[in-house]
């Protein structure tokens, strides 16, 4: 038994093909085949059922590849502690960022991050937020950064910074001409939202005690998950939305004009890098923490103040 005949059935489990399997291994399929079936020959056992289309996994063999997951993932953080020790940084971080959060944080972390960490190999995912999580216990990612608090069992949370959440108007907007505004004046009719489910909408509806806006105009249906085309359907069609201040950081000249304040308690989303304790990987999630917050420290706060109110993403 070997590790490479491990990194082989996890392949084959998540493809549920043979072939598919040793294209992405870099062997062909006689060998990998071979490799599994000598493997299955040691153990006494079948992990596969090859006579089904897609290949399909035996129940003893799910339990033989969550053991091989977490045996990879021990191999990972032992070569990674070794360079620890050298006192070399090194290594490879998986890491899920939410869409709301990615186009306006990565390029800010990632300015001089590869210079700065030439050996620091950092694989980027947008995704939502329970696919991240869900990925973490699958061991498919090592790190999360996304809006929390979040209910999970065995998932750390490090705290990176509260975000103020603002409003965008559209420039013909006439009943929100005040530069700070109260949540009651928010009309949902006129209100522009990403798809249904995600956790800036949550909060938005929770912050503002409304229903959410389908974004219906006539015909037309819009489940919208992309900042950019949300700020565009509010600039061309009208009414209002809600931004995160990194994005409106992003914003234009023009486009900050449109911006508006709430009245105290100025509604904030608490932002946080998460992991899967039994997989994690302390020095590199370290890393990631300490250039969020060097970068940020002076525009995002990290302490909850008497006129911030943290809202909730359920």
């Known amino acids: 038994?070997?590790?490479?005949?491990?990194?082989?059935?996890?392949?084959?489990?998540?493809?549920?093909?043979?072939?598919?399997?040793?294209?992405?291994?870099?062997?062909?399929?006689?060998?990998?085949?071979?490799?599994?079936?000598?493997?299955?020959?040691?153990?006494?056992?079948?992990?596969?059922?090859?006579?089904?289309?897609?290949?399909?996994?035996?129940?003893?063999?799910?339990?033989?590849?969550?053991?091989?997951?977490?045996?990879?993932?021990?191999?990972?953080?032992?070569?990674?502690?070794?360079?620890?020790?050298?006192?070399?940084?090194?290594?490879?971080?998986?890491?899920?960022?939410?869409?709301?959060?990615?186009?306006?944080?990565?390029?800010?972390?990632?300015?001089?991050?590869?210079?700065?960490?030439?050996?620091?190999?950092l694989h980027i995912f947008e995704m939502h937020t329970d696919t991240i999580i869900q990925k973490l216990y699958d061991g498919e990612l090592d790190a999360g950064i996304l809006a929390t608090p979040i209910q999970e069992k065995d998932i750390t949370t490090d705290f990176l910074y509260y975000e103020p959440l603002k409003v965008y108007v559209s420039q013909t907007e006439s009943t929100?001409?005040?530069?700070?505004?109260?949540?009651?004046?928010?009309?949902?009719?006129?209100?522009?939202?990403?798809e249904e489910g995600n956790c800036l909408t949550n909060q938005f509806i929770n912050f503002?005690?409304?229903?959410?806006?389908?974004?219906?105009?006539?015909?037309?249906?819009?489940?919208?998950?992309?900042?950019?085309?949300?700020?565009?359907?509010?600039?061309?069609?009208?009414?209002?939305?809600?931004?995160?201040?990194?994005?409106v950081r992003q914003l234009d000249e023009t486009r900050k004009k449109q911006i508006r304040n709430f009245i105290s308690p100025t509604p904030v989303r608490e932002i946080s890098l998460i992991y899967y304790k039994k997989f994690s990987k302390q020095r590199l999630n370290n890393i990631i923490k300490k250039e969020i917050s060097e970068k940020t420290k002076e525009f995002l706060p990290i302490t909850l103040e008497k006129d911030m109110e943290i809202v909730s993403i359920y």
């Open 208 to 247: 503002c005690d409304i229903k959410h806006n389908k974004n219906e105009n006539n015909n037309i249906q819009f489940e919208i998950g992309n900042m950019q085309t949300l700020l565009q359907m509010v600039d061309i069609n009208n009414g209002i939305t809600i931004l995160p201040e990194l994005a």
């Open 176 to 194: 929100l001409i005040s530069q700070y505004i109260l949540p009651k004046d928010i009309d949902p009719n006129r209100t522009w939202m990403l």
């Open 1 to 121: 038994m070997n590790l490479q005949q491990l990194e082989y059935i996890i392949a084959v489990d998540n493809l549920k093909h043979f072939g598919k399997a040793s294209e992405k291994c870099f062997v062909t399929q006689p060998t990998l085949s071979a490799m599994i079936q000598k493997l299955e020959d040691e153990l006494n056992l079948k992990i596969f059922d090859r006579s089904t289309h897609p290949t399909t996994t035996t129940d003893c063999g799910k339990e033989i590849i969550e053991h091989a997951k977490k045996i990879i993932k021990e191999t990972e953080l032992l070569r990674e502690k070794a360079k620890e020790v050298k006192g070399i940084i090194s290594g490879t971080l998986k890491l899920g960022i939410i869409p709301t959060i990615s186009p306006y944080l990565l390029p800010i972390l990632l300015k001089d991050f590869s210079i700065k960490y030439p050996e620091f190999r």
